[in-house]
């Protein structure tokens, strides 16, 4: 058995805790756990996720070890009534984001998402978005020209908030459409992309990634919320994380290890990357141990290309990891015909709703979120 994973028994005795403990951690998400290759019926545990917990247990509960900790798939940090992740699956506002995605639109969900100001409301005046070639720039370009502009969210009338997000939901699906569209959401970015049978599974990606509960980019966004700041200025804050390769920019290294496979054939590419003990990118999630489950819904619906299939395959039964979002994305764009760079910009429009919605949810709350750094650097006279 790999040193990197563990049987039941040895976790249990390394925490020093009982089963039912064990099994609080894996649902939360603070331990991975997989198949037992030899046995399917038993599970492994991933060993450095127990030697984190046994390292936090034996630091006590000083509070800055606690805070520190939270920031990395720890503790909840703050009180959103927005989305959760339970029992591995992903719940907006109490309902299963997979079974919204069998029926509703982005913009349903997002007027959900936003709650009480969630009614049908008269869309606002719109302007053509930036003339650029890329789509990522004209996005990054209309939301900054936005913000700019934009009067700061704080003080104003939820139903207005609730007006501007609309508004500021077509501005972002505009600019990855190159241009002013109307209809659906899902429909306009199918016919930008060229291919309007893609349309219903685009629609169904929109809703599996329009929220996911406290990630980078909505941390992000709700951090510019706090200060005041208006809905296009968050959303920006919340693009900016979002471009990062270890974020919304992961979908480029799921396609760097698609054409690897494609060179060196799935089996050698697993192996290759377990010799290095290197990670493979669209595989595995922190919160969902037994199989993220917008992945799932998206693959169900959008079955994966031969090649792409033969790669799933060879990771999952080599390494134990399910795949997520990130390869779903990768293998809908494949299957579908879309450019390359679609997983991101389904990741952008889709995750606008949940910026916006955790924009009005902090912003109503009139606090600042300043968390304390724990200085390590060299010694200072006081």
Known sequence: MSTDWIDRETALQRLGVRSQTLYAYVSRGRV???????????????????????????????????AQSAIAWGEPVLASAITTIAGGRLWYRGRDAAELAQTQTLEAV???????????????????????????????????????????????????????????????????????GTGPIHQRLAAAWGQPSAADPIRRALVLLADHELNASTFAARVAASTGAGLSAAALAGLCALSGPLHGGMAARVWNLLEESRRIG?????????????????????????????????????????????????????????????????????????????????FAVARSAGWIAHAVEEGSGGRLIRPRARYVGPAVGV
Do not use: Q
């Open 32 to 66: 991975d756990a997989r198949p037992d290759p030899a046995d399917p019926r038993r599970s492994l545990y991933r060993a450095a996720d127990i030697g984190a917990l046994t390292d936090r247990r034996a630091r006590g509960r000083k509070a800055s070890a606690v």
């Open 110 to 180: 997002a007027r959900l998402l936003r709650g009480g100001h969630g009614a049908v409301l008269k869309s606002v005046e719109r302007t053509a978005p930036p003339a650029l070639d890329d789509g990522k720039a004209r996005l990054f370009a209309a939301l900054a020209a936005r913000a700019a502009a934009e009067p700061p969210a704080r003080g104003r009338a939820p139903l207005a908030l609730a007006l501007e997000g609309g508004g500021l939901l077509d501005l972002v699906a505009d600019a990855v459409c190159g241009g002013l």
């Open 266 to 346: 799935p089996a050698a590419t697993v192996e290759g990357r377990l010799a290095r003990a290197a990670p493979t990118p669209g595989f595995g999630h922190p919160l969902y141990p037994e199989g993220d489950p917008r992945a799932e819904a998206l693959l169900t619906a959008c079955p994966p290309t031969e090649d792409l299939a033969a790669l799933l395959g060879a990771v999952e039964s080599g390494t134990g990891e399910r795949a997520n979002i990130d390869f779903a994305l990768v293998a809908m764009a494949e299957a579908l015909g879309l450019p390359r760079d679609a997983p991101f910009l389904l």
